[in-house]
């Protein structure tokens, strides 16, 4: 039903920049929040940073908090995750999602959301 197509993954050294996109797209549209999540080799999927779409209410991991910022263009239907002060822990590989049930709160589960990009490899180097 929605694509999620992801970009701006790459190589950055520790202490620098990177801004991740995901666009969205589909037939139909109904977000109640965006988040991201990211993966490194054999460890489980974790939460990142999510945004409700009404309103720009954000949440963020306590490991990236005050480094990563979440933002969305509700016309372009798009989300960023600009990301600073990289870490080499950082690395892994980053999905952006979609939840579509109504909640009181920002998801932080990856099983409440419902609609998943590929993901794009993010490599910090030390």
């Known amino acids: 039903q929605v694509q999620l197509v992801e970009s701006g993954g790459g190589l950055v050294q520790a202490g620098g920049s990177l801004r991740l996109s995901c666009a969205a797209s589909g037939r139909t549209f109904s977000g109640f929040a965006m988040g991201w999540f990211r993966q490194a080799p054999g460890k489980e999927r974790d939460f990142v940073a999510a945004i409700r779409w009404s309103g720009g209410s954000t949440s963020y991991a306590d490991s990236v908090k005050g480094r990563f910022t979440i933002s969305r263009d509700t016309v372009k239907n798009t989300v960023y995750l600009q990301m600073n002060t990289l870490k080499p822990e950082d690395t892994a590989v980053y999905f952006c999602?979609?939840?579509?049930?109504?909640?009181?709160?920002?998801?932080?589960?990856?099983?409440?959301?419902?609609?998943w990009g590929q993901g794009t490899q993010v490599t910090v180097s030390s």
């Open positions: 999602a979609t939840d579509h049930s109504f909640k009181l709160w920002v998801a932080r589960e990856p099983n409440e959301y419902d609609d």
